[in-house]
């Protein structure tokens, strides 16, 4: 389907890569944990190793959660833009197959949320 | 000097007379420039109209009359702004939370009243029978006279409480209002009559009943008599848009049977749009109002289920069905205000109005009014929030939401038969991935994909640094909002400090 308009009708996609300075927007969804309204949109650059995610930048996101500090990251369970995933830490976000715009959703066995609701 | 004979005296002409004068005697064929050429836009949409006379406003109302009847209305509703200033009305309302709807309102619906007017005004060019222009440009005078009487209603407010102060800049770059704006935008951005259908049919028509009642009534259970009195005054004129919507839907269905898919896709579309506009209703009426009248889930079923089923029962004699995905927003009304409130409370920090957690007393009507909900997904949340609340420690989400593409709500929405699970929602497009709250925001993209690939998603433009900075604090600034008085909890907040020492002024010097 198509765009009904008065005459051509061509336009970029305001959020292409190369708007970005460098990084891709990568969002990242801790399930079964909505206190965490939503999933997390964040400007990484490709090259940044998946480890140093998990270790720099999503504490500072998610350590109001009383769970966090129980995650274990060996037995969380992924999912990359609809798929199975199995990362490789030290590996970089590119080198993962994760792309602009990609979704990471993570499940933390025996984590259900508070009062396991998955709040 | 020869006195002049007195002129015949003119029979005066009935009304009916009068609004055929109007609506068809001014209107001509041209013959300098071909007709399609002076009304470009009317055929590209698809829309086949045989005979534009066929076209009938019940109201028949003249410009004499319209300005003689709404100059009355407007006399009697500034007479009652200058009262309730003089008797600062504003003491008498039930609590300072309340004011936070009001903010929602002159923020994210007041300046849709002015994009509504530009829309009509337009569309009021652009049909080729004067009959449907004239309604039009009613409309649009109409839509202009709510934008203003409703900020100068509200700008009362603006002298006591913290937020009101620049609407329409807040309109154009705060992330939430992104929400209403793009929505009107969509509208205005279409043909003429994928518009009516938009605003006239689903919003006015459909869902307006959603928007009005529960802001009018809510203003009047909690003591807000100069919204009321907006209100009222504005009630007439929407009688008339909602015959408008429908009106201009029957006639583009009588008027072609190939109209019927073209129609179709649009109502689905605008359904769905204006449903999850309406998300924000949702928590204002099941949080924002410190006195309650209804719950969303209630509201739901007596403006759209009821009142739909009958509705769509009356057009499918045209080949029209219910709108794609009503059933879905039917699964949400119990969680949608539940999940709304959540993403603001999520997000206090950076809004132009304030968040809090409900009262015991209020969970325990959220608890009676959403029994198979409230208790098992929110309360539990809610309880762990208001407790890291008491410790000092209220809870912000410190990173920003991921974006629906086409509603542009952070992606709070879980899946119609799993409240416990975010609904994700993709699709590419030319190589690159969108994402989408619903199927039914899913599918408006992918019927357009050129359209929203444009879309000014708030979180993205402040990651490609056009909103003023990297920080929250910079971005405040840019959306003229005020760090630590506008924004976070209201516990705390200044509009609860100054209405905490009326309250005590009041208690000391009863009148």
Redesign the interface.
């Known amino acids: 389907m198509t765009v009904t308009a008065i005459g051509r009708y061509e336009f970029k996609s305001r959020d292409r890569l190369e708007n970005f300075h460098g990084n891709q927007v990568v969002y990242w969804h801790w399930e079964e944990h909505l206190m965490y309204c939503a999933a997390l949109a964040l400007p990484l650059p490709p090259s940044m190793p998946f480890r140093t995610v998990l270790t720099d930048i999503l504490p500072g996101c998610y350590n109001l959660h009383p769970e966090w500090s129980r995650v274990e990251w060996d037995t969380v369970t992924w999912m990359l833009d609809q798929r199975p995933f199995k990362p490789v830490l030290d590996a970089s976000l590119a080198a993962n197959n994760i792309g602009h715009k990609s979704l990471l959703r993570f499940w933390t066995p025996g984590l259900h949320g508070i009062g396991g609701c998955a709040t | 000097m020869n006195a002049m004979p007195p002129l015949p005296k003119q029979r005066k002409l009935s009304l009916k007379e009068r609004y055929a004068h109007l609506t068809r005697g001014l209107g001509w064929e041209t013959t300098y420039q071909p007709m399609d050429k002076v009304f ?2 009317v055929s ?3 829309i086949k109209i045989h005979d534009w006379d066929a076209w009938e406003d019940p109201f028949r109302l003249t410009m004499d009359a319209y300005w003689k009847y709404q100059a009355e209305k407007e006399r009697k509703l500034y007479a009652v702004i200058e009262s309730f200033a003089q008797n600062n009305g504003h003491l008498n309302i039930t609590d300072a939370r309340y004011v936070n709807a009001l903010k929602l309102f002159l923020t994210g619906v007041s300046p849709l009243e002015y994009s509504a007017h530009r829309g009509y005004a337009h569309v009021g060019r652009h049909f080729v029978g004067a009959g449907p222009r004239i309604a039009c440009q009613m409309q649009a005078i109409d839509e202009l006279r709510h934008a203003q009487t409703q900020i100068h209603t509200m700008s009362h407010y603006n002298k006591f409480f913290d937020g009101l102060h620049d609407p329409r800049h807040m309109h154009d770059r705060v992330w939430y209002l992104s929400v209403p704006k793009s929505f009107f935008e969509d509208a205005c951005s ?2 003429p009559f ?1 518009f009516l259908t938009a605003i006239s049919f689903s919003f006015e028509y459909v869902l307006t009943n959603l928007l009005f009642v529960p802001f009018m009534s809510g203003a009047a259970y909690n003591g807000d008599m100069a919204t009321v009195t907006f209100g009222f005054s504005a009630q007439s004129d929407e009688a008339r848009h909602m015959t408008l919507g429908l009106e201009i839907i029957k006639f583009m269905l009588e008027q072609d049977e190939a109209n019927v898919p073209i129609i179709q896709k649009w109502i689905d579309k605008w359904f769905w749009r204006g449903y999850r506009l309406l998300g924000l209703v949702s928590m204002m009426m099941d949080y924002m109002l410190p006195k309650r009248i209804m719950s969303w889930a209630e509201a739901w079923e007596m403006y759209f289920e009821q009142a739909g089923d009958a509705l769509f029962e009356d057009l499918s004699r045209y080949g029209i069905r219910k709108p794609k995905y009503h059933e879905v927003a039917s699964k949400e009304k119990h969680r949608l205000s539940h ?1 709304v409130w ?2 603001f ?2 997000y206090t920090h950076a809004a132009a109005f304030h968040t809090w957690m409900p009262t015991e007393e209020e969970m325990t009507w959220l608890s009676a009014k959403y029994p198979d909900t409230f208790d ?2 929110y309360r ?2 809610f309880e ?2 208001t407790e ?1 609340q008491a410790e000092g ?1 209220r ?1 912000y ?7 629906c593409v086409t509603c542009q709500i ?3 929405f ?1 899946e119609p038969d799993d409240p ?3 609904c ?1 929602r ?1 699709a590419d497009y ?1 190589g ?4 989408f709250c619903s199927d039914g925001c899913k599918d408006i993209f ?6 929203y ?5 708030p ?2 433009q402040i ?3 056009n909103c003023g900075g990297a920080e929250v604090k910079d971005v405040l600034a840019w959306y003229h909002l005020n760090f630590g008085t506008d924004n976070f909890d209201y516990e705390g907040s200044p509009d609860q400090k100054l209405w905490e020492e009326w309250q005590a002024q009041k208690a000391t010097n009863p009148v």
């Open positions: 470009p836009y590209y949409e698809g279409a043909g994928e999940e959540s993403i409370y999520n098992k997904y539990p949340r762990c929030w890291m420690k809870f989400n410190p990173t920003l939401p991921q974006l952070p992606m709070g879980t416990t699970t975010i994700f993709s030319k690159e991935r969108y994402h992918q019927n357009e994909p050129e359209k690939i444009q879309s000014w998603l979180v993205h990651y490609q640094g």
